[in-house]
């Protein structure tokens, strides 16, 4: 599908509005995204988790406004106005409005609230975008007049939206694992939207634990925008996203045969070389702190006692998301909880596993 595939040609301009909920979740990426063209398209591939307890739920309200010059929207979040946030939402509806040419016609309140505390340093742009997205296209299935309507094409363009509000948003809306960006291993894998991971995947990975251990709660030091815009120049962008189609090629064998220790050398080279790349690039920086180190020497001790098949990952953070087999949670969530837990700020921390992506709510 290409992008005109999208545009909502006719629809119903007597459509008076009305009220939409949707929960979505957050995901976690195991082959990274870091690095966009235009219209955030990604340089590489990459392939998430979709979490389960971490999510935002949004409510719409639309309702039909006399003129349709400008946008019109109010945000809220947990019931509290949010004026910082609507020039994100602005630039949302600007890439959008082609696609979904009702936007005009409209007042909208977008009211949410996130399963996680806003300042606990986890990315809420995911969750938030996809749920947004998801409302929208709500509204279109309302307006329209004609067309296939599958759920499929629902699905589809929600993804698609969701990317135009921030890249990895296109990966939350279904599960359990979610591939984006052209692979060519993977039939109909786009860099217009997510897909869902079309091949076989062994028990080993089914229902698989994900401990987010907050770190740092702070406000990010980079934007994912200007981190993204960092690998124009940088100097191993190249080998960078070649590495990332070879590790998507990989997992494939790897997620078939259910090979939990090759799983964790690529998913843990994959985090460091994110953070590598911060590093590495013009200017540089370091998101990690002292603790995510600290939590990633005892893991890999403990691992190395234990022969338990844990592992870590990183976002654009300090953050440590903590990935375990179901088989082996209960050893490995004692571990967590007895010796990890100390390096947490104020000692909190997520338990989360894999989940299956958006839901709406009546
Ligand atoms: O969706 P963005 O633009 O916030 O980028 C997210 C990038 C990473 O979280 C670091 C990696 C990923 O693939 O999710």
Known sequence: MAEKDFILKNYNKNFVGDKYSWSSPSNIALVKY???KEQQIPANPSISFTLDA???TTTLTCSKKENNTDFSFEIFLDGEKKDDFK???QTFFERIEVYVPFLRDY????DTKNTFPHSSGIASSASGMSAL?????????DVILDGDYSDEYFYKKASFLARLGSGSACRSIE???IVWGKHKEIPNSSDLFGVKYPFEVHENFKNYHDTILLVDKGEKQVSSTVGHNLMHDHPYAKQRFAQAHENLSKLVSIFKEGNLKSFIEIVESEALTLHGMMMTSMPYFILMKPNTLEII????RFRQDTDLHICFTLDAGANVHILYPEKEAKEIYEFINNEL???CQNGHYICDRIGFGAKKIS
């Open 34 to 36: 870091w690095g966009k």
């Open 54 to 56: 971490c999510k935002t």
């Open 87 to 89: 020039p994100k939402i």
């Open 107 to 110: 007042h909208f309140i977008i």
């Open 133 to 141: 997205a998801l409302c929208l296209m709500s509204v279109e299935e």
């Open 175 to 177: 599960g359990d694992l």
């Open 297 to 300: 020497n005892k893991i890999w």
């Open 341 to 343: 837990v100390v390096y």
